[in-house]
């Protein structure tokens, strides 16, 4: 819907819970008091439009992230041992398939037994090399399946269930024996099914498999081998592999006593040397390729510095995953083309481990992306990397549904990030696209409330709420947040909606009460929900067309939203900003004639709103509320004679509206609600609005002299205010006012020549005038005579010929029109021209 700008500062979730000097409200409100529901705006103007995005600089560090990524280095670390690696096996491919073919093949007879047995050796120890290194790869990744010390830790949650699956299973035998137990042995025997059950059993119907560090190796130990051990022991094999074929070769090409030659054993010589050649370059290249890997590994601690670089050294998982990540780079370039290490990146292989079976790699998948979407270097490229994703926001939308208690820091995690995510306009609408994504977002919502017509909320209840250790409050403070930014956009504002209790929910948590506003004061969790839960409802009621009209009816129709905002009003002295943002969700629900009647018939909230807009003002802050509080009152008495009437039953309350006239910040919304309550009001309260004739002197002059929205208002208000007059006290005021009648005349002419056509800014003005000039002709024919002699009728005319359907609504959604006017602006120009025409004859 289309409002003003926004009064809070709504990404900035710190409140104090003490609020004394409460901070400043970003809002222009105060400079332009009539920038509101009165007149239309674009969609660019909305009260709850997104933050604008500021440009970024030029040769901004942000830029280009994938072209300079931390990881990048590791790529290319690979792709430089990947080049050493394939070179050296290419050399002893070779050099082996001339051993086997020329030498052993052809001069297996000749050769002397000291070169047999060399070339054989060379041959054998160059093979365990082959092997010992294509396994040393594989046990090196598999080091860096599971985080730090997580074989200690998996050892001790077998031994620890272990014994818990033994005590249960003697309690069962026990049973079946038709030995009756205690009520305190049943109580143990739940306890440990439950524990074995949360321990062993995956959620999400994943099934349970063994990692390596699970499996003992020697069953008959006390011990387990771990790939460390392995993977070293193999490192050292290739070294002394290596080592013993550099030195073979360059023996026997240094000795050349390869025996006489003859004539048919003349190529023998050439070919021993090729091949220890070859035997010595493979092995130096090797050699090579292990000195250039631990400079980089060991002494410049490139793994160590990426780690650092990329900001993961603070997480739990620390430089586990840039190890995982260079491993899995390395092998793509053993395995396949020696540049596909080139299109790896650190987000895409977060993505890759979410998609793994195995609890720890999904959580250190999500603590990568968590870190880099929070990280003010990389925030942005990587929630555009993961906008492109779907896999992998499907599965950070599934997480979020995850609701067993073991999987409590994954959940967390997605929800960080999906919060993320959605705070991104282009990743919204895809995050609001993947199917069931709402419900899985409305998952992480749990207020304590029971409703027993709702299974889902019952089967989450059973599931998660029992946990008393469940930190729901951070799953609650994230879903809304999701919900918030989602919100911006009008479509996923028409999924919540349509969400089934969802709304009932985010209401739920607008609860607040005398005792946790004033006595308990809330905690800083407690208050952050209620405030994102506002901030949600407020978005979700200002939504435009007919997606805002179904949300509003919605939301009005439950039936703790008016007097949940209205314990707000009332206690929430001390919590400016929530009174604000309830104020401004009550503004929002009036622009709907059935909501705008709950609202005034919700007892003491026309009273509370009258207090707030009365109420003396110290601060900015609170100017800007009596604003907001004005606007409402403006609403609700518009075509309201009910709330008309409730608000006239307050004590001087009349009296008080025309002293607010003369205040600058109040006058505008104390013009239009004067108004309101004159034009809505029967004969029974005309004593009562009898007083409204004090206010003559300030709205004739505001008449006269101003050229604003205030103008279009004194406009509106001087024709109810002739109303309770009768054309000798009219006459009286304005000559106190310095004004006669021509003047006056000529005052309302040069306004409709000034507003020849409709004026977006003040959509009301030309019919006020033609409103004050039929009155003026109705009670004073001095005025028809004056009017023919300025030619009024050509500007009625003209209004009559220019009149559109901006003129025809009294408030606006957006560029939407809503109430339309009982008598239409031609038919009221008609009705002057008429007027002027008797006079004529």
């Known amino acids: 819907m289309m409002i003003k700008e926004t009064h809070l500062n709504e990404e900035d979730d710190s409140i104090c819970l003490q609020i004394i000097q409460q901070p400043s409200i970003d809002s222009t409100k105060l400079n332009d008091p009539g920038g509101s529901f009165f007149e239309p705006r674009t969609e660019g103007n909305n009260r709850s439009s997104p933050t604008p995005c500021v440009p970024r600089e030029a040769g901004s560090q942000h830029r280009n992230y994938w072209d300079k990524a931390p990881e990048k280095k590791l790529t290319l670390f690979a792709l430089n041992v990947a080049i050493l690696e394939k070179a050296a096996s290419g050399l002893g491919a070779l050099g082996f398939i001339w051993a086997t073919v020329v030498l052993l093949g052809g001069f297996a007879s000749s050769l002397e037994k000291k070169d047999f047995w060399v070339v054989t050796l060379i041959l054998i120890t160059e093979g365990t090399r082959i092997f010992s290194r294509s396994h040393e790869l594989e046990w090196q990744h598999q080091r860096t399946w599971t985080i730090a010390d997580a074989g200690k830790q998996r050892l001790h949650a077998i031994a620890s269930s272990s014994r818990l699956f033994i005590r249960a299973i003697k309690a069962i035998f026990q049973q079946f024996s038709a030995i009756k137990l205690e009520n305190q042995q049943q109580k143990q025997i739940t306890e440990d099914i439950q524990m074995i059950t949360q321990t062993h059993v995956l959620p999400h119907t994943r099934q349970q498999a063994w990692t390596t560090f699970d499996v003992p190796l020697i069953l008959s130990t006390n011990w387990v081998f771990l790939s460390k051990i392995i993977s070293r022991a193999l490192y050292w094999l290739q070294l002394l592999s290596a080592v013993a074929c550099m030195i073979l070769s360059l023996m026997r090409l240094v000795q050349q006593d390869y025996g006489e030659i003859q004539p048919e054993t003349k190529n023998r010589k050439p070919a021993l040397d090729l091949f220890y050649g070859l035997a010595l370059g493979e092995a130096l290249m090797f050699l090579l390729e292990k000195a250039y890997w631990e400079w980089n590994i060991s002494v410049c601690k490139l793994l160590e510095q990426v780690n650092q670089e990329c900001d993961l050294g603070t997480t739990d998982i620390g430089i586990v995953p840039i190890k995982r990540f260079f491993y899995d780079a390395y092998s793509r370039c053993i395995n396949g083309s020696v540049f596909d290490s080139l299109k790896m990146d650190l987000v895409s292989f977060a993505g890759e481990l979410l998609d793994s079976d195995f609890h720890d790699e999904q959580l250190t998948g999500l603590q990568i992306l968590q870190k880099f979407a929070n990280s003010d270097r990389f925030s942005s490229d990587t929630l555009r990397k993961i906008g492109t994703l779907t896999s992998v926001m499907e599965r950070l939308i599934e997480m979020l549904s995850w609701e067993n208690p073991a999987n409590e820091k994954i959940r967390r995690s997605a929800a960080e990030v999906v919060s993320k995510l959605a705070g991104k306009k282009q990743n919204a609408l895809r995050v609001a696209g993947i199917p069931a994504s709402i419900e899985c977002i409305s998952s992480l919502l749990y207020t304590g409330r029971k409703f027993d017509n709702e299974p889902y909320e019952i089967w989450e209840r059973n599931i998660v709420a029992d946990q008393t250790n469940y930190d729901f409050s951070a799953f609650n403070l994230l879903g809304l947040l999701i919900l918030k930014n989602l919100s911006d956009d009008h479509e996923n504002c028409w999924k919540i909606g349509n969400t089934r209790g969802l709304l009932s929910k985010i209401i739920d948590f607008t609860t607040t009460g005398e005792r946790l506003l004033r006595n308990d004061p809330l905690t800083e969790s407690q208050i952050k929900a209620v405030k994102r839960s506002l901030q949600v409802v407020k978005k979700l009621v200002s939504t435009t067309g007919e997606t805002g009209k179904m949300l509003r009816q919605e939301i009005s129709n439950i039936v703790f939203t008016v007097s949940n905002i209205r314990d707000i009003l009332e206690y929430g002295e001390n919590h400016i900003l929530l009174q604000m943002q309830g104020i401004e969700i009550l503004t929002s629900l009036a622009m709907d004639q059935d909501a705008r009647e709950k609202i005034g018939s919700t007892g003491g909230v026309l009273r509370l709103l009258l207090s707030i807009f009365f109420k003396p003002r110290l601060t900015e802050d609170q100017n800007k509320v009596s604003v907001e509080a004005g606007e409402t009152l403006a609403l609700l008495t518009l075509n309201s004679k009910q709330n008309a009437n409730c608000v006239l039953k307050q004590m001087q309350v009349v009296d008080q509206l025309v002293d607010t006239l003369t205040d600058p910040v109040l006058q505008i919304n104390s013009s239009r609600i004067l108004r309101n309550l004159c034009a809505c009001s029967g004969s029974e309260n005309f004593?009562?609005?009898?007083?409204?004739?004090?206010?003559?002197?300030?709205?004739?002059?505001?008449?006269?002299?101003?050229?604003?929205?205030?103008?279009?208002?004194?406009?509106?208000?001087?024709?109810?205010?002739?109303?309770?007059?009768?054309?000798?006290?009219?006459?009286?005021?304005?000559?106190?006012?310095?004004?006669?009648?021509?003047?006056?005349?000529?005052?309302?002419?040069?306004?409709?020549?000034?507003?020849?056509?409709?004026?977006?800014?003040?959509?009301?003005?030309?019919?006020?005038?033609?409103?004050?000039?039929?009155?003026?002709?109705?009670?004073?024919?001095?005025?028809?005579?004056?009017?023919?002699?300025?030619?009024?009728?050509?500007?009625?005319?003209?209004?009559?010929?220019?009149?559109?359907?901006?003129?025809?609504?009294?408030?606006?959604?957006?560029?939407?029109?809503l109430n339309r006017h009982d008598i239409s602006l031609s038919s009221l120009a008609d009705v002057a021209l008429e007027l002027l025409m008797e006079y004529a004859k």
Not at 689 to 700: F, I, M, N, Q, Y
Not at 760 to 771: A, S
Not at 774 to 784: N, P, R, T, V
């Open 687 to 817: 004593l009562c609005l009898r007083g409204v004739t004090e206010a003559a002197p300030t709205v004739l002059h505001s008449l006269m002299v101003k050229d604003s929205k205030l103008l279009q208002e004194s406009i509106g208000l001087t024709t109810q205010i002739f109303r309770f007059m009768t054309p000798e006290e009219h006459d009286k005021e304005l000559k106190r006012a310095c004004i006669s009648a021509t003047k006056f005349a000529k005052r309302l002419l040069e306004i409709l020549e000034k507003y020849n056509a409709p004026c977006v800014k003040f959509p009301r003005i030309r019919r006020f005038v033609v409103e004050l000039v039929i009155w003026l002709m109705k009670s004073h024919e001095q005025y028809k005579q004056l009017f023919k002699k300025f030619e009024m009728d050509r500007a009625i005319k003209s209004v009559a010929e220019t009149t559109s359907k901006l003129e025809c609504f009294p408030v606006f959604s957006g560029s939407i029109g």
